[in-house]
């Protein structure tokens, strides 16, 4: 069983700055996807930003040049650094992992963490 820790989440004002991390634990014996989506109110979830088979980063068209995604491999954790937040990033964002154990590819999700960009 995996278990994926969120942190970071909070109210900032616009053009402000987030971290949020998340940390996966767990019988995993290997990453293919690790990143983060987000979900506003009355909207779908939709992909923020994350890493694909090893490496490859993948960004929303919406969040490109303001938001960067990074690891530490070594601790399967992922970051995303939020800046120049507008109101429009709003949402609970949820860590999400696709992974292979050890045969069985599978997919596990955060709780979510709550990001609130507001004056």
């Known amino acids: 069983q995996v278990q994926l820790v969120e942190s970071g989440g909070g109210l900032v004002q616009p053009g402000g700055s987030l971290r949020l991390s998340c940390a996966a634990s767990g019988s995993i014996s290997r990453i293919n996807t690790m990143g983060w989506y987000r979900q506003a109110p009355g909207k779908q979830r939709e992909l923020v930003a994350r890493?694909?088979?090893?490496?490859?980063?993948d960004y929303a068209d919406s969040v490109k040049g303001r938001f960067a995604i990074s690891r530490d491999s070594a601790k399967n954790t992922v970051y995303l650094q939020m800046s120049s937040l507008k109101p429009e990033d709003t949402a609970v964002y949820y860590c999400?992992?696709?992974?292979?154990?050890?045969?069985?590819?599978?997919?596990?999700w955060g709780q979510g963490t709550q990001v609130t960009v507001s004056s």
């Open positions: 890493f694909v088979n090893g490496g490859i980063t």
């Open positions: 999400n992992l696709g992974y292979w154990s050890p045969i069985r590819y599978l997919e596990s």
